[in-house]
């Protein structure tokens, strides 16, 4: 039992580290919007990450199974989904509406935990859940909510990003990680590719900075990062996974202060409290429900001495 615990501290704190490379991921996306429209610059990031896990896993890949390829394609038409819904959803509302209703999936992922698995994922996960998305409410939200095409793209991106970490659980029981991590980035970057060639034209200049900031998304924040949450989703739940990864928003509004001059503001603040109130609740919750057994256990000692 106490391993176990220890094996889901050691995998939250990986999905801590994802959540970090994401957030940053936000400030070398900008610098590679400056180049290269949404598709381009997506299958540049997939193309080079997936090139890089065939050169160093390409032993595992040759012995793939019809079983890792399904899932890795489902696993990876999700996201790429989410990405594309997100993107669209762009055109037609706010940067703030955006990023708050992307982490309704944070909420989305226990009750949809809940109707798959058919048992309840607990008080705690709904309650941390639902105060993490008050905090990304404080980060996002500068004006009254109004619900429109953008809004409706946006749910529809928590949801697949909701299935898609819901998918990878699933799938993380029986089969190998680096597998699923592979097939799922070659997807993403097919799709892709197959978008940018179909709706967009090569860019004409490519700055330095857009060309450091497809290197850096291609290995930290696709390589790396999927290659530990799908190896963290072997040992620690959904629910854990979806709050920890929303420290991303937290991570991106740090770095947009520290390297943007981003404008730190007391709503802001007390949304960076709200969200790191949800993860303790969420990483604290299993260690405070052994004290009561602990103390019992001590009295009834002292009672047969």
């Not at 919007?33 to 997936?50: E, V």
């Not at 980035?185 to 860019?203: K, M, N, R």
């Not at 290197?215 to 072997?234: D, E, P, Y």
């Not at 260690?287 to 001590?298: E, G, H, T, V, Y």
Request: charged share 15%; proline share 3%; hydrophobic share 55%.
């Amino acid at each position: 039992m106490e391993r176990a615990k220890r094996r889901v501290l050691i995998a939250d704190s990986a999905l801590l580290m994802v959540a970090l490379f994401w957030g940053y991921g936000f400030v070398a996306m900008k610098d590679g919007l400056d180049s290269f429209p949404i598709f381009w610059l997506t299958a540049l990031r997939f193309t080079s990450a997936f090139a890089i896990m065939l050169t160093l896993f390409w032993r595992k890949l040759a012995r793939v199974t019809f079983r890792e390829l399904k899932a890795g394609l489902m696993i990876g038409t999700l996201l790429f989904l989410g990405f594309v819904a997100q993107t669209l959803a762009l055109e037609y509302t706010t940067v703030g509406k955006v990023a708050f209703l992307t982490t309704v999936y944070v909420v989305l992922v226990p009750f949809l935990s809940w109707f798959y698995y058919k048992r309840s994922p607990g008080v705690t996960a709904f309650i941390a859940s639902l105060v993490c998305i008050a905090g990304m409410g404080l980060l996002s939200l500068d004006s009254g909510m109004s619900f429109g095409l953008g809004e409706g793209l946006t749910l529809a991106c928590a949801i697949f990003f909701s299935l898609h970490l819901l998918l990878i659980e699933h799938s993380m029981k029986d089969m190998d990680a680096v597998v699923i991590s592979a097939v799922q980035i070659g997807v993403v970057a097919i799709y892709s590719l197959a978008g940018a060639l179909l709706f967009e034209t090569w860019p004409e200049q490519i700055s330095s900075t857009s060309v450091w900031s497809i290197g850096f998304s291609s290995l930290f924040c696709t390589v790396l990062a999927f290659l530990i949450q799908t190896n963290a989703q072997k040992f620690t739940p959904s629910t854990h996974t979806a709050i920890l990864l929303s420290l991303e928003s937290v991570f991106g509004a740090i770095f947009g202060v520290i390297l943007l001059g981003d404008p730190l503001t007391l709503k802001i603040t007390a949304g960076f409290a709200l969200i790191l109130a949800a993860v303790l609740i969420t990483e604290l919750t299993p260690f405070l429900k052994r004290i009561p057994r602990r103390s019992k256990s001590r009295t009834s000692a002292t009672v047969l001495e």
